[in-house]
């Protein structure tokens, strides 16, 4: 197991991360912030679902900037990039789930899933982080 501090922020801990903390470090990112830890689930991974929901009692929502939540309630998604545990990035969405404040990272989900060969039963971490004043995260697995 890996863990390097982000620019000075929280430690971010990794099993095969190096690929992701190089990718991190290239992007400039900082303000690292846990925003979740699940299961995988079969719906998570299903591709008419196409999406990773991330239940609104994980508090991601707090993470938001005033302009962020302002976009996600005026247009539904603020555009968003993910990188994988492989270290390789993905342009998505953070959408509101139309069913309360329940968010999903898709457009783009599928291939994250496919590349990465996740299926249900994988235990996850998602990370949240800033490039500039770009959301982005990182998913570990």
Same mark, same amino acid.
């Given at each position: 197991? +890996?863990? $390097?501090?982000?620019?000075g922020?929280?430690?971010?801990?990794?099993? /095969?991360g190096?690929?992701? *903390?190089?990718?991190l470090e290239?992007?400039?990112? #900082?303000?690292? @912030? %846990? @925003?979740?830890?699940?299961?995988?689930?079969?719906?998570?991974?299903?591709?008419?679902?196409? *999406?990773?929901?991330?239940?609104?009692?994980?508090?991601? %929502? &707090?993470?938001?900037? /005033? /302009?962020?939540?302002?976009? !996600?309630r005026? +247009?539904?998604?603020? =555009?968003? =990039?993910?990188v &994988?545990? *492989?270290?390789? +990035?993905?342009?998505?969405?953070?959408?509101?789930?139309?069913?309360? *404040?329940?968010?999903? !990272?898709?457009?783009?989900?599928? &291939?994250l899933? +496919? &590349?990465?060969?996740? /299926? @249900?039963?994988? #235990?996850?971490?998602? %990370?949240? $982080?800033?490039?500039?004043?770009?959301?982005? $995260?990182? !998913?570990?697995?």
């Amino acid at each position: 197991m +890996r863990t $390097f501090q982000l620019l000075g922020t929280k430690t971010l801990v990794l099993d /095969e991360g190096e690929a992701m *903390r190089h990718t991190l470090e290239r992007m400039g990112g #900082h303000d690292l @912030a %846990w @925003a979740m830890s699940k299961t995988i689930t079969a719906s998570d991974t299903k591709k008419g679902q196409s *999406r990773l929901l991330i239940p609104k009692e994980k508090g991601l %929502w &707090d993470q938001l900037s /005033e /302009e962020e939540q302002m976009e !996600l309630r005026r +247009r539904g998604y603020v =555009e968003v =990039e993910v990188v &994988d545990p *492989r270290g390789n +990035r993905h342009e998505m969405k953070l959408s509101q789930w139309p069913a309360g *404040r329940n968010l999903v !990272l898709n457009s783009g989900w599928n &291939d994250l899933v +496919r &590349d990465n060969k996740l /299926e @249900a039963g994988i #235990h996850c971490t998602l %990370w949240s $982080f800033r490039v500039g004043l770009r959301l982005c $995260f990182a !998913l570990c697995v």
